[in-house]
């Protein structure tokens, strides 16, 4: 009887969104009750990113210094995470750890084309056995555009090689226990760090949609 309730719970729980199942096993000669994590967000597990976005600038005003700029931006992260989950409450969560290579058609304003590459914190809040596990990111790293040969009228980007950094804030929702459809607002900045004699920088903001793998 005891062998049939505890394998009723099991099913019963893995019913839920699958993110924490609950398990059972043997101790010693006696059967024990034991929380057995299968997280995707466990320590050492990783995550494959892949997905596409848009971003308008912010820091514009149409003039021929100042142009408005918008890009279409596809972009593949891995992730590995840092540590299991852990802490009170709302806050409880892990970080995770992510390298990412992004390029992006520029559709409007200076320049055709933008690449990129870099590194994510990622803190991940993550509540047991919900679909729903909402994400807080920085993001830095370098990418070259062809602005500055495009355009020499225009200040915002005055080098191929500009440097990087953003954030993000979005949430995924797991499909399945391995595959979540990920969603976020995404800021990035680009700039070369005053290295060239035009450096206003590029604010993007935008929304990025992707769908995310666990392993």
Known sequence: MRLFLSALLAATVAAHAGTELLGFVKDGKSAKEVLVDKSPFDKGHTELEIGAGALASLNTN?????????????QVRFGMMLYSPAGPGILRGNLEGIVEGYGAYIFNGPGQQLYGAGIILRYN?????????????LMFGGAYCDAAHDDSVQRLLGSDFSFSFGGEVGARYFLTPKLALTGGVEYRHLSNANTADRNVGLNGLGGTLELSWFF
Do not use: E, K, M
């Not at 149409?62 to 596809?74: C, E, F, Q, V």
């Not at 809040?125 to 990111?137: C, L």
């Open 62 to 74: 149409g003039s021929l210094t100042r142009p408005d700029t918008g890009y279409a931006i596809g």
């Open 125 to 137: 809040f993550v509540q047991p056995q919900s679909r729903i596990v909402p994400f807080a990111q």
